[in-house]
């Protein structure tokens, strides 16, 4: 711009800049828009907690949660430090962590892990770490981490601008050396402006990182994505398998007397009163065989149990053996 200005190129000038100046605009959008999802993961964080105290119950900020200390969950929290169930049953999604999409439920003195989110009644935990100290805090300075580093293209891309720069000020120069002509110069100058791999490359890792971790997939780093393009073979923890996010119905086993599609039925009409996973996947597959659905009544919900009531006045019950037992 300088080199243009001098020459009397306005013009040149005025179209270097606004590329300039356009070019860091669409970096910094499509940067802000790559980290939407990734900011979604840290705003799920919790703030603050609710701790027992004095007979009472106050509201703390987590760096004042010690380990030992009584915290009421409630319906809907995220769980802000790792911990042990202290009274009631713990009924947590705890996709955010294990990509597990089927509620898991935890009985008094078990661990819970930070950042799973309560899916069922109020609970009470025992906090048995801090709050920097806790599974999800670990995963958030993974993903901060992961924001800041740069990857091997990324550091090339830096040292090829430096070399791009030293090119292009030696032609410019030779153009103007062999023509007398200090115009050719600032022509070179102008047309070497523009550096897609400059722009291009921070944008393209970090729109990885964030839409892999839209889907629940958590990447150390840019070397990290780059590395995965060469990876031949996949091993996987978990007993070898993949979770999928959906539940679904393989085979019904009627008692004898009861139909098949009649006892589906029966069960999905019930189930339409839950917001459970797998209460979806029955009303799901229900409507899937076109069976006519009815409207449930005296419904009685229990977290980690399953759902009671009646459907055009029989009593059903969906849930684990303690309460279809009953």
Known sequence: MNAAILFGEEL??????????????LENFAERHARREMTELLSRMPRSAMRYCNGGLEEVVLD?????D?????????????GTVADGVAVLDESALTGESIPVQHQRDEPVMSGSTNAGEAFDLFASRRAAESTYAGILRLVETAQRSKAPMSRLADRFAIVFLGVTLVIASTAWFLTGVPIRAVAVLVVATPCPLILAVPVAIVSGLSHAARHGILIKGGKVLETMARVTSLVLDKTGTLTDSRARIISIDAAQGILPGEALRLAASLEQASKHVIAKTIVLEAQARGLQLAVPTGIIETPGEGIAG???????????PALCSR
Not at 13 to 24: E, S
């Open 12 to 25: 040149a000038a005025v179209v270097v800049a606004l590329m300039y100046a356009g070019g860091q605009y």
């Open 64 to 68: 004042a949660i010690m380990p030992d």
């Open 70 to 82: 009584r915290l009421l969950i409630r319906q809907g929290d995220v769980v802000p430090v790792d």
């Open 310 to 320: 009646r459907v055009e006045g029989r009593s059903v019950a969906v849930g684990g």
